[in-house]
């Protein structure tokens, strides 16, 4: 018997005309088609939600919102709203291969003791057929193992790759408190709730990478050490406030430290 669960797709846009139809239309023509697609249109003053409404396919639903709330609300939204048994989160940027959904749907059903599974992506700027060089991290960790490993240190999962089982990200979502790295938040909590993020190793996804993008800008101009530990001080708190503490914890506590002192330093080096 195939198995064939009820899936959603959740995809936030803000002021995405020139790319939302791309990415749409991958979801649309995908090999796997008992989906949702839940198109959350963050307050766009551009004409995304005129590109939202030419799609006559019942399975797109639109949340609109009059005002920007950004994107950790408008994820947890979607979330909330998911009807189906897994998560596949789109960016309105990416194109998603047209096997995406199938592959992971069909991983997850495989795996039941897997919460979250990501992919590899491949990277580009304008013309996916001309694709730059892509993440290293996320190239050399793939196990279960390579990935919380690297998570206690530093994130090495692209988010727009991820399919999550709807259960865990409802009871889990995104902290508002974590903007620019809500993602990597999210994953240290669940691997500090004992739940198992793999990843498969084939891309599934063309990532699409925009230099002068507000959250690139903002993270590009940031010091990148002392950013993980803001992160991971929020995320220990977090984990102190409901008495858990495990290895995976600890590990993060003494992350914290290099952190710290690599973010010093580089603070020191860029003021002489």
């Known amino acids: 018997m195939v198995l064939n669960p009820f899936i959603s797709v ?12 791309e990415a749409l239309d991958s979801i649309i023509n995908q090999t796997y088609s008992n989906f949702e697609c839940i198109v959350i249109n963050d307050g766009s003053t551009d004409k995304t939600q005129e590109i939202i409404d030419a799609y006559a396919d019942p399975r797109i639903k639109c949340i609109l919102h009059k005002e920007n709330k950004g994107l950790i609300e408008s994820l947890n939204e979607g979330i909330l709203s998911a009807k189906g048994v897994y998560i596949v989160r789109m960016d309105a940027d990416d194109i998603a291969f047209e096997n995406r959904i199938q592959v992971q749907v069909d991983y997850m059903e495989s795996n039941p003791q897997i919460a979250a599974v990501g992919s590899h992506a491949i990277f580009f700027n304008e013309n996916k057929a001309s694709p730059i060089e892509n993440w290293a991290l996320d190239q050399k960790t793939n196990t279960q193992s390579e990935i919380k490993k690297t998570l206690i240190w530093e994130n090495c999962l692209i988010h727009p790759s991820m399919c999550f089982r709807t259960n865990v990200v409802k009871h889990l979502l995104y902290d508002l408190n974590q903007k620019n790295y809500e993602d990597y938040d999210l994953w240290l909590r669940m691997i500090a709730n004992k739940y198992a993020i793999s990843k498969i190793n084939e891309p599934l996804l063309y990532y699409r ?15 990148f050490y002392l950013s993980k530990v803001i992160v991971k001080i929020r995320f220990l708190r977090n984990c102190i406030s409901k008495a858990n503490f495990n290895l995976f914890i600890l590990g993060v506590f003494i992350s914290l430290f290099f952190d710290s002192l690599m973010g010093i330093a580089k603070k020191i080096k860029s003021n002489k």
């Open 10 to 21: 959740l995809l936030p846009a803000y002021n995405a005309e020139k790319f939302l139809k």
């Open 209 to 223: 990478v925009q230099l002068h993008s507000i959250t690139q800008s903002s993270i590009r101009k940031s010091n």
